[in-house]
C-alpha cells in the first residue's frame, strides 16, 4: 500500500495557493481563521490521539467551500424572496451587497399587458380606421381593407364602431318630450313653446348628462343599430346594411404587439426582436444579456467573509468540519484496510459517511430555518402570532370598575 499522507498538526496558510478556488484569499480575517479551522476540524476527527489521513489544504478547501455554501443559502433565499422586484430589471450592483426595495415593477408590466387587451393602457399604438359599408353587402374582408390602408402584417380587431345619431338630438326631440317626460305637461304650464330653454334653466346640467346616457344604453341594449362578427378578420354584419356608409374600425397591428417592460429604457439595453412564431407579437429579447430574466442570472457575489457575524461563522466552522470528515471518508474508502502488525485493520468509511450524511442535512435545515424566520413572511407570522398572543393577555385583565 502506498504511504498515505498525515495530518501533522501545522497549517500554514499561503494566500493565492491553499485554496481551489482563492474566494476569499484576499480577506484578511479569511487568512487569520484558515490555521484556526484546520486545527478545529482535525481535533473534530480525533487528531491528535488519532491520525487524521489529511493535509492542511483540505482543511482550507472546506473552509472555502463551507463560506461558499453559506454565501449561496443566504443569497438564494434573498433572491427568492425578492425575485418578483428584481425580474426586468438591469444587471447592476450585486444584490447581496445592496438593499432591495419593494418595487411594483413587475406588477406594472402585467398590468400594461392587460391594459393593452383591454384597451384601456398598454404601449402598443391603437390604430383607427374607416371602413366603407356598402348597401345589401354582408361580409368583408378586413385584412384586405387594411392592406389598402398600407399594412403588410396581420392586424387585429378590438373594436368596430356604428356611428349613430347623437342622443342630444333625441333629447332636445319635442315630440319626446324633451327625453324628460311627458309633452302635456309641459304644455299645463304653459312652457311647450320654450321645451329646451327650459329644461336648462329648470334642471341642472348633471341632469341632461344623465339623461343622454340614458338614452345611449337604452338604445345599445334595445335597440343596437347593428352586431357583427368576426372570424380570422372576416367581418360579417347584422343586419345586412341597407344603405351605404362606414364603419369605425379600432385595431391591432400584431408585429406591432409586445410584452412591454416596466418603462426602462429599452432601447439601450435590448433589443426588440421579431416575435416569437405563433405569439403574435414580439417579446423584448435580451440578446445583450444585461436584464434579469431568471433567477439564474441575478447578479451576486460571494460573501465577505470579514463582513459575516460571529453566528454564521460558527456555522461554517461546523460545516467545514463535516465537510473535512467526509474528505476522510473517500481517503479512507480507497484502502478498505490497512495493515498492523500480525493482522490488518478495517477502516471506518461507511460510518463516517453515514454520520457526514446526518450531520449536512441538519446543518443546512438548521440555517433555512433560520433564514425563513428571517424572511419578510417569517417575521410577518410572528408579528401576527405575538399580537394574538398579547390580545389574548389583555382580555384576561378585568375591567376597572370606577364608582362614583
Known amino acids: 500500500m502506498a504511504n498515505i499522507v498525515i495530518y501533522d498538526g501545522t497549517a500554514n496558510f499561503v494566500a493565492g495557493k491553499s485554496t481551489p478556488f482563492g474566494f476569499y484569499d484576499d480577506d484578511l480575517e479569511f487568512q487569520k481563521d484558515a490555521p484556526k479551522v484546520a486545527e478545529y476540524c482535525a481535533k ?8 487524521v489521513e489529511l493535509q492542511s489544504g483540505s482543511f482550507f478547501a472546506a473552509f472555502e467551500e463551507a463560506v461558499t455554501t453559506y454565501g449561496t443559502e443566504v443569497y438564494q433565499q434573498q433572491v427568492a424572496e425578492s425575485f418578483a422586484n428584481l425580474q426586468g430589471g438591469f444587471q447592476g450592483e450585486a444584490v447581496n451587497t445592496t ?7 413587475n406588477m406594472v408590466r402585467i398590468s400594461k399587458q392587460y391594459g393593452m387587451e383591454a384597451g384601456v393602457g398598454g404601449e402598443t399604438t391603437l390604430h383607427t380606421g374607416m371602413l366603407p359599408i356598402s348597401e345589401s353587402v354582408q361580409e368583408y374582408d378586413l385584412q384586405e381593407w387594411a392592406s389598402s390602408q398600407g399594412v403588410t402584417s396581420r392586424i387585429e380587431v378590438r373594436k368596430v364602431f356604428y356611428e349613430a345619431p347623437p342622443a342630444i338630438q333625441r333629447y332636445f326631440d319635442p315630440y319626446a318630450g324633451t327625453g324628460t317626460g311627458i309633452q302635456s ?11 329646451p330653454g327650459v329644461n336648462f334653466l329648470l334642471m341642472p346640467a348633471s341632469f341632461d348628462i344623465l339623461k343622454t346616457q340614458a338614452i345611449e344604453f337604452n338604445d345599445q341594449i334595445r335597440r343596437s343599430a347593428y352586431s357583427f362578427e368576426i372570424h380570422n378578420n372576416k367581418l360579417r354584419l347584422f343586419p345586412i346594411p341597407s344603405a351605404s356608409g362606414s364603419l ?5 397591428i400584431e408585429n406591432e404587439k409586445r410584452f412591454v417592460d416596466d418603462g426602462l429604457n429599452i432601447s439601450s439595453s435590448a433589443e426588440i426582436g421579431g416575435g416569437i412564431e405563433g405569439s403574435g407579437g414580439s417579446y423584448y429579447s435580451n440578446s445583450n444579456g444585461n436584464l434579469i430574466t431568471n433567477i439564474s442570472n441575478v447578479p451576486t457575489n460571494n460573501p465577505i467573509y470579514s463582513q459575516i457575524n460571529s453566528i454564521g461563522r460558527q456555522w461554517i466552522f461546523k460545516y467545514a468540519s463535516t465537510l473535512a470528515k467526509e474528505m476522510l471518508a473517500y481517503v479512507r474508502g480507497k484502502y478498505q484496510t490497512v495493515p498492523v502488525p500480525g493482522a490488518e485493520a478495517t477502516l471506518n468509511q461507511a ?3 453515514a454520520d457526514v450524511r446526518a450531520e449536512k442535512e441538519a446543518y443546512v435545515t438548521e440555517l433555512r430555518e433560520v433564514l425563513n424566520t428571517a424572511s419578510i413572511n417569517g417575521q410577518l407570522e410572528n408579528q401576527a402570532a405575538n399580537t394574538k ?3 389574548d393577555a389583555l382580555g384576561g385583565v378585568p375591567m376597572t370598575i ?3
Request: net charge negative; aromatic share 20%.
Open 351 to 353: 460510518d463516517l459517511l
Open 44 to 51: 473534530k476527527l480525533g487528531f491528535p490521539m488519532m491520525d
Open 389 to 391: 398572543y398579547l390580545n
Open 99 to 105: 438593499l432591495i426595495r419593494p418595487s411594483l415593477q
Open 402 to 404: 370606577y364608582i362614583g
Open 185 to 195: 305637461l309641459m304644455d299645463a304650464f304653459d312652457f311647450g313653446s320654450y321645451s
Open 248 to 252: 369605425k374600425i379600432d385595431y391591432y
